[in-house]
């Protein structure tokens, strides 16, 4: 199982961007799925959970700024974040327990985000 994150890059303050994470492989389901970011010097943190069914949590710091959604058919999260600050830079993270047979989890290579003007 693979999980591909797209969507980062450079954005101003108060911008917004659209992380996806695709997981692709041999596969029979996929039940939370998640990201995670890292920013230097600091602990990976998680940001945003969904579950199968549809069930978020969100970080304190990101609540009515960040999104997390699902396309089950897709096999694809995505993270829509909006009015963006600086210290949301960070490497992205995907996370997704799915399971082949047997239940893990698998991790993205991970998307920068910078918040800079």
């Known amino acids: 199982v693979q999980l591909v994150e797209s969507g980062g890059g450079l954005v101003q303050p108060g911008g917004s961007l659209r992380l996806s994470c695709a997981a692709s492989?041999?596969?029979?389901?996929?039940?939370?799925m998640g990201w995670y970011r890292q920013a230097p010097g600091k602990q990976r943190e998680s940001v945003a959970s969904i579950t199968s069914g549809t069930s978020t949590n969100y970080v304190d710091s990101v609540k009515g700024r960040f999104t997390i959604s699902r396309d089950n058919a897709k096999n694809t999260a995505y993270l829509q974040m909006n009015s963006l600050k600086p210290e949301d830079t960070a490497v992205y993270y995907c996370?997704?327990?799915?399971?082949?047979?047997?239940?893990?989890?698998?991790w993205g290579q991970g998307t920068q985000v910078t918040v800079s003007s």
């Open positions: 996370n997704a327990r799915v399971d082949t047979g047997i239940v893990e989890n698998y």
């Open positions: 492989g041999r596969l029979f389901s996929i039940y939370a």
